[in-house]
């Protein structure tokens, strides 16, 4: 960091104004800055640091976290997130978490050079653990609490009561700061599972850097905070992104030219291609147990950085300067604070759940109670809620164990329908006003929880809110997401739509349920031509309605019996019981897919075939509108409708939960919340 500055302040009585006088070295060049600040809170061991942030453009340019203490961290976050995540997200659904991260998924984004005053009593080298905005912890979904009477040192208490040894929400977070990534990241260098691990491990011990955690913009400047121990001074520059991972990109396929020359011609210069990845990391890490065939020598951490700074030193493009965009870019200070809004009132009603419940079925800890009304951060909406529905999910994340990092009192409810009520800051597409719906399942996560759909309003983030069909209404709309999101993306893993594909086959194992009639509705808009599937004897014309063309009983046969071997092009297996993958192995055609929905001890085969595809579908990423999208089309389209069998009141979602655990659902349970 800079640490060449002289710092004078005084006060009077209370701290209303403090006049900061700073004189620092920066690139040789003196600058003095004077800042006014009436309520930030100071560090309490004033210093120096320059940090870099990687932010999407539709977000503030302010800091968050994934912030780093020099170039070298923010290369080494860049390398993981762009080239290492995407990879992961490929070869196994099981790296989900990473899949949706908006730095992985999105070319639109800055780096932000920012200086910062901070605490100098921070260690170099400690564990995340930074606090969000709403004053809990990202990492472990726990409030933010003073470690020590001083209250100079922070960390996060992660539910250290918990009874489960192996639950990794069980060890605390370490104190906000910088962390060494080499210490942190190469450790698994002997013990990482996939392949992808040893490249992210690899490159930590090439390039190092360092790791440092910050808070939202804006929780300075409360002064009812006393977790603040640094504060934002200036913006030395803010540069596309692109701009300065290209630099690192030309030199890596300069060194490594005979390598990205062997990939396809539309790969060579594509790096989310599996070719093109390889190549980086076999260029960069040269010979050496990952790449013991290669000829490269690899490429020093030195030289990488070099490029990669080379973005932040000049604007001229043929030294690998990249133009400031700062003043073009950045927010009034006050915008983390700004939303476009409704009136709306100070508090709401919403389904909370008291407490973990011992025993599936316990639903005495739900009760109606009164929270105060969010308020959208940056990239959020506010919505009006509507409508939503009961899941499994919904009732089975309640039961103490269930290795969710949730937190309680918890407000219920995945589904939502309903009209936004107010905008965050650096929000583009959603309007006040705009009808929508969403599955909530991104925002429960990073919030532990909170907010649930079973309430007035609820919050979400922008990307994971799509415009709501046209043609249909509010309660139908508020049962779909979870479930037409599930077996659309299930079914996109097998290849759907499949176009060009002549009498095609397909079996989902349980019709009549949520993700079964939506699953064999997709079948047929997506064009199958056959489409099996089993159901009890009063849900037949239900499934053929909603276009099975074979509905077996399941009470008389299994569907799998029913159908002769090497008929089935995809088994869809939503319902998850153990042993159906191996009785669908001799089913499928060679060149089938067997794709599982886990939840009821199903597995995949144990014998597979090695002419047909297995995969583990995992949990749902309900992050891309996109998605949401797609299912509109075919709403208005006319191939994909709701069917609820039941709506209930907010105040009856425990009888709505309990027809739930009973099985035999037709289509759908609503909840009307408005």
Same mark, same amino acid.
């Given at each position: 960091?800079?640490?060449?500055?002289?710092?004078?302040?005084?006060?009077?009585?209370?701290?209303?104004?403090?006049?900061?006088?700073?004189?620092?070295?920066?690139?040789?060049?003196?600058?003095?800055?004077?800042?006014?600040?009436?309520?930030?809170?100071?560090?309490?061991?004033?210093?120096?640091?320059?940090?870099?942030?990687?932010?999407?453009?539709?977000?503030?340019?302010?800091?968050?976290?994934?912030?780093?203490?020099?170039?070298?961290?923010?290369?080494?976050?860049?390398?993981?997130?762009?080239?290492?995540?995407?990879?992961?997200?490929?070869?196994?659904?099981?790296?989900?978490?990473?899949?949706?991260?908006?730095?992985?998924?999105?070319?639109?984004?800055?780096?932000?050079?920012? !200086?910062?005053?901070? &605490?100098?009593?921070?260690?170099?080298?400690?564990?995340?653990?930074?606090?969000?905005?709403?004053?809990?912890?990202?990492?472990?979904?726990?409030?933010?609490?003073?470690?020590?009477?001083?209250?100079?040192?922070?960390?996060?208490?992660?539910?250290?009561?918990?009874?489960?040894?192996?639950?990794?929400?069980?060890?605390?977070?370490?104190?906000?700061?910088?962390?060494?990534?080499?210490?942190?990241?190469?450790?698994?260098?002997?013990?990482?599972?996939?392949?992808?691990?040893?490249?992210?491990?690899?490159?930590?011990?090439?390039?190092?850097?360092?790791?440092?955690?910050?808070?939202?913009?804006?929780?300075?400047?409360?002064?009812?905070?006393?977790?603040?121990?640094?504060?934002?001074?200036?913006?030395?520059?803010?540069?596309?992104?692109?701009?300065?991972?290209?630099?690192?990109?030309?030199?890596?396929?300069?060194?490594?030219?005979?390598?990205?020359?062997?990939?396809?011609? &539309? $790969?060579?210069?594509?790096?989310?291609?599996?070719?093109?990845?390889?190549?980086?990391?076999?260029?960069?890490?040269?010979?050496?147990?990952?790449?013991?065939?290669?000829?490269?020598?690899?490429?020093?951490?030195?030289?990488?950085?070099?490029?990669?700074?080379?973005?932040?030193?000049?604007?001229?493009?043929?030294?690998?300067?990249?133009? &400031?965009?700062?003043?073009?870019?950045?927010?009034?200070?006050?915008?983390?604070?700004?939303?476009?809004?409704?009136?709306?009132?100070?508090?709401?009603?919403?389904?909370?759940?008291?407490?973990?419940?011992?025993?599936?079925?316990?639903?005495?800890?739900?009760?109606?109670?009164?929270?105060?009304?969010?308020?959208?951060?940056?990239?959020?909406?506010?919505?009006? !809620?509507?409508?939503?529905?009961?899941?499994?999910?919904?009732?089975?994340?309640?039961?103490?164990?269930?290795?969710?990092?949730?937190?309680?009192?918890?407000?219920?409810?995945?589904? !939502?329908?309903?009209?936004?009520?107010?905008?965050?800051?650096?929000?583009?597409?959603?309007?006040?006003?705009?009808?929508?719906?969403?599955?909530?399942?991104?925002?429960?996560?990073?919030?532990?929880?909170?907010?649930?759909?079973?309430?007035?309003?609820?919050?979400?983030? $922008?990307?994971?809110?799509?415009?709501?069909?046209?043609?249909?209404?509010?309660?139908?709309?508020?049962?779909?997401?979870?479930?037409?999101?599930?077996?659309?993306?299930?079914?996109?893993?097998?290849?759907?739509?499949?176009?060009?594909?002549?009498?095609?086959?397909?079996?989902?194992?349980?019709?009549?349920?949520?993700?079964?009639? !939506?699953?064999?509705?997709?079948?047929?808009?997506?064009?199958?031509?056959?489409?099996?599937?089993?159901?009890?004897?009063?849900?037949?014309?239900?499934?053929?309605?909603?276009?099975?063309?074979?509905?077996?009983?399941?009470?008389?046969?299994?569907?799998?019996?029913?159908?002769?071997?090497?008929?089935?092009?995809?088994?869809?297996?939503?319902?998850?019981?153990?042993?159906?993958?191996?009785?669908?192995?001799?089913?499928?055609?060679?060149?089938?897919?067997?794709?599982?929905?886990?939840?009821?001890?199903?597995?995949?085969?144990?014998?597979?075939?090695?002419?047909?595809?297995?995969?583990?579908?995992?949990?749902?990423?309900?992050?891309?509108?996109?998605?949401? &999208?797609?299912?509109?089309?075919?709403?208005?389209?006319?191939?994909?409708?709701?069917?609820?069998?039941?709506?209930?009141?907010?105040?009856?979602?425990?009888?709505?939960?309990?027809?739930?655990?009973?099985?035999?659902?037709?289509?759908?349970?609503?909840?009307?919340?408005?």
């Amino acid at each position: 960091g800079l640490d060449c500055m002289s710092l004078k302040w005084s006060c009077s009585g209370q701290v209303r104004q403090v006049q900061v006088f700073l004189m620092w070295c920066q690139r040789g060049l003196l600058v003095a800055l004077t800042a006014t600040a009436v309520t930030a809170e100071r560090p309490a061991n004033p210093s120096n640091l320059t940090v870099i942030g990687l932010r999407p453009t539709n977000l503030s340019s302010s800091l968050v976290n994934k912030d780093t203490a020099d170039f070298a961290g923010d290369l080494f976050f860049w390398i993981t997130d762009r080239l290492v995540a995407p990879y992961a997200c490929r070869i196994s659904r099981n790296q989900w978490w990473a899949c949706k991260e908006q730095t992985t998924l999105t070319h639109d984004s800055v780096y932000t050079q920012t !200086v910062l005053e901070v &605490d100098g009593n921070w260690p170099t080298k400690t564990a995340l653990g930074n606090c969000s905005f709403n004053g809990t912890s990202l990492t472990c979904f726990a409030p933010c609490n003073p470690e020590d009477s001083s209250g100079t040192e922070w960390k996060c208490q992660c539910r250290t009561a918990t009874s489960n040894p192996h639950d990794p929400f069980t060890q605390p977070c370490d104190i906000v700061g910088a962390e060494t990534l080499r210490v942190r990241y190469e450790a698994c260098a002997d013990g990482c599972h996939y392949v992808n691990d040893h490249w992210k491990s690899a490159i930590a011990q090439r390039i190092g850097g360092m790791w440092y955690s910050t808070t939202a913009e804006g929780h300075c400047d409360d002064p009812a905070s006393v977790s603040c121990r640094w504060r934002e001074m200036e913006k030395l520059k803010i540069v596309n992104a692109t701009c300065a991972n290209d630099n690192v990109l030309r030199l890596v396929r300069q060194r490594g030219a005979d390598c990205f020359a062997s990939c396809p011609p &539309d $790969e060579r210069n594509n790096e989310t291609s599996d070719c093109a990845t390889i190549c980086f990391f076999e260029t960069v890490l040269g010979n050496g147990p990952l790449f013991p065939n290669t000829t490269a020598s690899g490429i020093s951490g030195a030289d990488m950085v070099a490029a990669f700074q080379a973005a932040f030193d000049s604007e001229d493009p043929a030294q690998g300067g990249c133009k &400031d965009l700062t003043e073009v870019t950045i927010p009034p200070k006050d915008t983390a604070a700004v939303a476009t809004t409704v009136q709306l009132p100070s508090s709401m009603s919403a389904l909370r759940c008291s407490r973990a419940v011992q025993k599936e079925g316990d639903f005495s800890t739900l009760a109606i109670g009164t929270i105060p009304v969010p308020h959208p951060g940056l990239g959020e909406v506010l919505i009006n !809620v509507s409508s939503s529905s009961v899941n499994p999910v919904d009732w089975k994340v309640l039961l103490a164990g269930s290795g969710l990092p949730i937190r309680f009192p918890h407000t219920l409810g995945f589904d !939502v329908a309903g009209t936004i009520a107010a905008v965050g800051p650096g929000t583009k597409r959603l309007h006040v006003g705009d009808e929508i719906w969403a599955d909530l399942g991104e925002v429960w996560i990073a919030r532990g929880g909170e907010i649930g759909s079973y309430a007035q309003y609820a919050l979400a983030n $922008e990307e994971q809110v799509g415009l709501k069909p046209k043609t249909m209404s509010m309660t139908d709309a508020g049962t779909l997401p979870l479930v037409g999101m599930t077996s659309l993306q299930a079914l996109r893993e097998t290849g759907a739509p499949w176009n060009g594909k002549q009498n095609l086959t397909v079996l989902v194992t349980a019709g009549a349920g949520g993700t079964g009639f !939506v699953g064999l509705q997709l079948a047929r808009a997506y064009g199958a031509v056959n489409i099996i599937t089993a159901a009890g004897p009063t849900q037949i014309d239900f499934c053929k309605k909603m276009g099975a063309t074979e509905v077996i009983d399941y009470t008389k046969q299994e569907a799998l019996d029913f159908v002769p071997n090497n008929s089935v092009d995809i088994v869809y297996d939503n319902y998850g019981a153990p042993g159906t993958a191996d009785k669908a192995m001799p089913k499928l055609k060679t060149g089938g897919v067997f794709i599982l929905l886990p939840g009821k001890g199903g597995d995949l085969s144990k014998h597979p075939r090695s002419d047909v595809k297995q995969i583990n579908y995992g949990l749902l990423d309900p992050s891309h509108y996109t998605d949401l &999208d797609a299912l509109a089309v075919l709403v208005d389209a006319g191939h994909l409708v709701a069917h609820v069998q039941q709506v209930f009141p907010l105040t009856a979602v425990a009888a709505a939960f309990n027809i739930s655990m009973g099985g035999g659902v037709v289509g759908k349970l609503g909840i009307m919340v408005q």
